[in-house]
């Protein structure tokens, strides 16, 4: 039985829960452990330079191509921007009109009210 790589005290065969998926450095797709590649620039002079996971050698060539994912459609770049796929539209809700009502007071009716009101002031 292999213990969990990231000692985490798991003991099962196949720590799954720990590995998580990265993110395509051109397409912005999920890369999932065990697929894709990964690029790592030239280390002569600085050892803290990025590594970019690619989801395919598709993505991998578009990115040393220099092409802007914002302008290549599949892209979840491109998609976001152009708000495509979009599952919850929010709409707003439509508010319903107060309604005045008028009602009688104790000690004065509803017809002695409107009386008053439509009275010209002398």
Do not use: M
């Not at 894709?36 to 002569?44: D, I, L, N, Q």
């Not at 302008?71 to 976001?80: D, E, F, N, S």
């Amino acid at each position: 039985q292999l213990a969990c790589p990231l000692d985490l005290g798991c003991h099962s065969v196949i720590c799954r829960q720990h590995y998580e998926a990265e993110i395509c450095s051109f397409s912005g797709l999920k890369v999932y452990p065990g697929h894709g590649t990964r690029y790592v620039p030239c280390v002569s002079v600085q050892s803290t330079r990025p590594i970019f996971p690619f989801l395919s050698r598709k993505t991998e060539s578009l990115f040393h191509q220099r092409l802007n994912p914002r302008k290549v459609r599949w892209t979840a770049l491109y998609r976001r921007l152009h708000k495509k796929g979009s599952v919850e539209e929010v709409t707003k809700k439509k508010t319903r009109k107060v309604q005045k009502v008028q009602r009688a007071i104790v000690g004065a009716s509803l017809e002695v009210i409107r009386a008053k009101r439509n009275q010209k002031p002398e």
